[in-house]
């Protein structure tokens, strides 16, 4: 009577080892018709579809139904022909003097036949529902995030459609290798995620063909032509029976495919199947599409805050020694002047103007001229150690080097490094009177920390300063 009823049943006598398959279980679960409906333990197995344990012993349901009774569950049932989320129901039969324990499997109809348009309808609103929940997490999700939603996509897509796998393939930017970047694969089924990296696509031309064209939808594998029987090959050493691949646009290009599969028998793919698997990569192509603009407005973003660093260093900087301009001097030497009077702090300021330069020029030329004042820009900021020391070109042949915290003692032990390493580089200057080299003459100005004074003033007593310098003999510092 179990074997002939149209419900999906698996049963046994009470203490026995071996159950039974009626009809309907065998053909819900793609087994050949007339095979015999008796079956060992081993050929059904129980799985917990959110852990994806395998139930055995004590937690499997006919051990339980056996001992204590069994209400009812959602389980996947595996077999080396179909895995299906089922939800299975268990009861006690007596006939006569013998117990029955039966189940009733009721799966998830998507592999079945839906013949009543309300169910179908019923199904589309569900999927909806799907789409819309995880549309709502990708449209602001960040790259950091996206791993995640991807990986919960696959797993609601897989669970709802009953599928053995559900995977994300991404291809290089030239197309030439592909990688299995995400993997979502049903309890008792095997991952394959860690042997799919970086795969020349030029040993997939049958795969790559269809899924330039948009759709790689296979019902059978072993219909694959012998043309492709590499990856016919490739295929069945996973145990891939039928394989459906959708492909993903973002940035106006391939950028790789999702895909899902069936293990154990083929599958014929309905119109829903593929309709479902395009709208989720549709999905997760806006949704990379809209990182890729994202990730572009960013660098457009910090290229612009570099390129105005560079304006703005441009604008400060002295296009022939590469330190500060007097733009720069001026601003910094107001700003620093009015920290020392809130901290009641000594600056000192020095001038320092290239002893004979136009006699220099006139022998040697301007280009070497550029050179001198160059390698004197070098020495005077080799010559500073302060952190916040400034050593800019005040005009021409004119340099100026602001000092913080800085008294009047300091500031001269500073300018005789200077005078010594400008003297020390050995420029031969001949016109000069000064032993024939290059020097310099530097006039100091301190603000002590009464505050009596402002930057015209500091400026002016430190220019009055190199007056003396240059007019007691040069190559020497004066305050």
Known sequence: MLQQLPAP?????????????????????????????????????????????????????????????????????????RGLLCFITGSVIKNDDTEWLVFHIEANNHLMEINSERAGAKRHIEFNQLLTKFSSKLINA????????????????????????????????????????????????????????SMPTSEMPYLMYHIKQGLFKIDDVGNIPDSAIVEREEFQKENICSILCSRIIANGKTHGFIGCDITGSPYTWSPSDIEYLQRIGDMLGNTLQ?????????????????????????????????????????????KDLAQSCRKQDSLSLLLIDVDFFKLYNDQYGHVAGDNVLQKVAQTLVNSCVGTDDLVARYGGEEFAVILPATTTDRAKEVANRIIGGVKGLGIKH??????????????????????????????????????????????????
């Open 9 to 81: 049943l698996m049963f046994k006598r009470r203490g026995e080892t071996s159950y039974c398959l009626n009809a309907a279980l065998l053909k819900l679960f793609g087994f050949a018709a007339g095979k015999d409906y008796r079956a060992k333990p081993t050929v059904f197995r129980f799985y917990d579809p959110l852990t994806k344990r395998e139930l055995i012993g004590e937690e499997c349901p006919f051990q339980k139904i056996e001992k204590s009774g069994f209400a009812s569950t959602w389980v996947r049932l595996k077999t080396s022909e």
């Open 290 to 334: 809209n990182i890729y603009n994202r990730k572009a407005i960013h660098t457009m973003q910090l290229e612009l805050i570099e390129a105005n660093k560079q304006l703005q260093k441009l604008a400060n900087i002295d296009g022939l020694t590469g330190i500060a301009n007097r733009r720069l001097f001026n601003s910094t030497l107001d």
């Open 142 to 197: 960040s790259a950091n995030d996206l791993d995640i939603i991807i990986s919960q996509s696959l797993a609601a897509f897989g669970e709802f459609c009953d599928v053995d796998r559900c995977y994300l393939f991404e291809f290089t930017d030239n197309l030439q290798l592909m990688s299995n970047t995400h993997e979502w694969v049903a309890a008792g089924v095997t991952p394959y995620i860690d042997q799919l990296q």
């Open 430 to 479: 001949e016109a000069s009177p000064l032993d024939g080299v290059l020097t310099v003459s530097i006039g100091i100005a301190t603000q002590a920390d009464n505050c009596d004074g402002n930057c015209i003033e500091l400026i002016d007593k430190a220019d009055k300063a190199l007056y003396r310098a240059k007019s007691t003999g040069r190559g020497r510092v004066c305050a």
